[in-house]
């Protein structure tokens, strides 16, 4: 089993910054894609960023160079940060990790693992 821990949410002024941490925990060996979707109130969940071990990675429309994706993939940690700069208003929302493509040993289990959020809210 796989837990993902999020941390650095709260509250920020438009244009400020904030640094979100994601720690996966159990008994991880690999993990493919690593990475933070949001949901804000009333909205569908969507992508914010995501980074492949091999250092590739995606990002949401709406971030348009403002944030920046980086991992940990030393073999015993297994984290993912997101560096969030210039935030607005509309970047107010519950910030998830995710995790796909878990190899454990022998075992890979493809599918996903998300941790339960943490909120970011941008006002003044």
């Known amino acids: 089993q796989v837990q993902l821990v999020e941390s650095g949410g709260g509250l920020v002024q438009p244009g400020g910054s904030l640094r979100l941490s994601c720690v996966a925990s159990g008994s991880i060996t690999s993990i493919n894609v690593m990475g933070w979707y949001r949901q804000a109130p009333g909205q569908e969940r969507e992508l914010v960023a995501i980074?492949?071990?091999?250092?590739?990675?995606?990002?949401g429309d709406f971030v348009k160079d403002r944030f920046t994706i980086s991992r940990n993939n030393n073999g015993v940690e297994h984290t993912v940060y997101l560096q969030m700069n210039n935030l607005k208003p509309e970047d107010t929302a519950v910030y998830y990790c995710?995790?796909?493509?878990?190899?454990?040993?022998?075992?890979?289990?493809?599918?996903?693992?998300w941790g339960k959020g943490t909120l970011v809210t941008v006002s003044s």
């Open positions: 995710e995790a796909t493509g878990v190899t454990s040993g022998m075992l890979f289990y493809g599918g996903e693992y």
């Open positions: 980074m492949s071990r091999g250092g590739s990675t995606d990002y």
